[in-house]
């Protein structure tokens, strides 16, 4: 039980960690170039012949990379949440 809620709370750390740095100018800034790069492919990639598999498929990647940054940083925020209240619902019961 205490390394669940060790993993509880380590979770939960990393959940804050993440929104803080969501919060940080350096956290928008970086989030905000990875959306900008993913549209930015994404209108490359309307234009780029059919033919050019490697740069369709590189600028794929770049459209998938963009729009994942943001993805993990939430998905991390989210599963500290979620930990804390396991964490919060474990001690409660105690």
Known sequence: ???????LIAEAEIGNE???FMETDLG???IGMAKQDAAVAEKALSKVSPKEE???REL???VWLGEKFEEYV???FNRGEAALEVYRHETKNQ
């Open 54 to 56: 490697d740069k369709i």
């Open 1 to 7: 039980m205490a390394d669940d809620l060790g993993e």
């Open 60 to 62: 794929q990647n770049k």
């Open 74 to 76: 939430v998905e991390l």
């Open 18 to 20: 993440a929104r803080k």
């Open 28 to 30: 928008r800034c970086i």
